[in-house]
């Protein structure tokens, strides 16, 4: 890692963030109208026995059950914010609620986050598309579960990553880490961004704010964890490792099998993100943020592989290293389309729109048939088979317990 390290030219200097970072209002309009729909017709969603236990957790927030399953509180912070809505609205809806903000969020800082690592605007509305219809956020980033939020505070942990490595105060740092840190309250794949930002400021040799950073970041859990009595450690010895001797995946073989893991990484980033991710990487105009992209996906995929391949949902840890990436290679394949005889008849831009509603349509058709499969054990609201909606949600207004 140190060889690596020193081998690399600074990238960081490098990595220029535009003058003007807002986003123009036709790409806010893109992100928030395609958010809503994918949110909207996936509203609330029970994806599994595991959205009871978050209704568990959000009642005993609000002191109406006792908590059935303690292990939950490590990943409280949809629950808790999910709180104050179901008193309004009930369960499952104060959770579509929630979720389908942080699904309208997560377009918003995936667009900022590429657009501070690749200064382009289409490419950056590209990586937001992207993330917006693969079939993990579909399927669950409107749910009753904490997804949604999971991805987006990803999201945001390395784009603080980026900040904090260019901070002028430590305070600022400490900030930065401090909200990278409650963000981990939501789930655990903000911790591979977080990692990445302690890599990416002890290669810009900024090592005093590296340590501010991880220790700041580090605080939420570890005041949690005093608090609860359970850690994420004790959510990982549960929830991976003998979740996977439970189902057969805990042999070498089978958690490594390259099969498994190839068609859910496709399945969970998407045809065209994964193959964009190739595409970018091998293009010999993307060296330096080659570069950029080792620091960041090598914490990704260690923590990939932490996990048993249990289902292509899991590739949601890799998402804040991958679709920046991924949009750069979408966009050089679509240019390259251009400019072939016959094709060239299409505008790159008009490929680049086609080529994304291709995929999105397949990435829904997962999470419709996916949503139908009676082995998924998946519950909507409303009458239109593999749809979800806030008007039918909103008719469960009442107290859900674990059947």
């Not at 809806?93 to 986050?113: D, E």
Request: hydrophobic content about 50%; charged content about 10%; proline content about 5%.
């Amino acid at each position: 890692m140190i060889k690596l390290l020193k081998g690399l030219q600074l990238a960081g200097k490098s990595v220029k963030t535009p003058s003007n970072s807002a986003i123009p209002i036709l790409h806010l309009s893109a992100i928030l109208a395609t958010a809503l729909v994918e949110a909207l017709t996936h509203f609330g969603t029970i994806t599994s026995a595991d959205s009871f236990q978050y209704f568990n957790l959000t009642n005993y927030f609000l002191g109406i059950e006792k908590l059935k399953a303690p292990e939950r509180m490590v990943r409280p912070l949809v629950p808790l914010l999910a709180a104050p809505f179901a008193l309004k609205v009930g369960l499952p809806a104060a959770y579509g609620i929630i979720n389908t903000a942080f699904y309208a969020l997560t377009g918003v800082i995936s667009y900022k986050l590429t657009l501070m690592v690749t200064n382009s605007r289409t490419t950056s509305l590209c990586s937001s598309f992207l993330i917006l219809t693969s079939f993990p956020m579909i399927a669950y980033g409107a749910a009753s579960g904490k997804e949604g939020g999971g991805v987006f505070f990803q999201l945001l942990a390395a784009y603080l990553a980026f900040k904090s490595a260019a901070a002028s105060s430590t305070i600022k740092v400490a900030f930065y880490g401090l909200v990278s840190g409650a963000g981990s309250l939501s789930m655990e794949i903000t911790l591979p961004a977080i990692a990445f930002g302690l890599l990416y400021s002890t290669y810009l040799r900024r090592y005093k704010e590296a340590l501010i950073w991880v220790f700041s970041a580090a605080l939420p859990q570890a005041l949690l964890s005093l608090l609860s009595g359970y850690s994420l450690v004790d959510w990982y010895i549960r929830g991976s490792y003998q979740y996977a001797m439970g189902v057969g995946l805990a042999t070498p073989y089978a958690w490594l099998n390259p099969y498994l893991r190839g068609k859910q990484l496709i399945a969970g980033l998407s045809p065209l993100a994964f193959l964009g991710v190739i595409i970018g990487f091998l293009n010999k105009g993307n060296a330096v943020k080659a570069k950029v992209f080792y620091l960041m996906v090598m914490p990704a995929v260690v923590a990939y592989f932490a996990w048993p391949p249990v289902c292509s949902r899991i590739a949601i840890v890799l998402y804040y290293a991958s679709y920046w990436m991924a949009a750069m290679g979408v966009k050089d394949l679509t240019e390259k389309l251009a400019e072939k005889p016959l094709l060239n008849r299409v505008r790159g831009n008009v490929w680049l729109l086609l080529l994304l509603l291709l995929n999105a349509a397949f990435c829904n058709y997962l999470a419709y048939r996916w949503y139908l499969n009676p082995q998924s054990h998946v519950i909507v609201h409303g009458d239109v088979p593999g749809f979800s909606f806030p008007w039918s949600a909103l008719r469960w207004k009442q107290t859900l317990n674990s059947p």
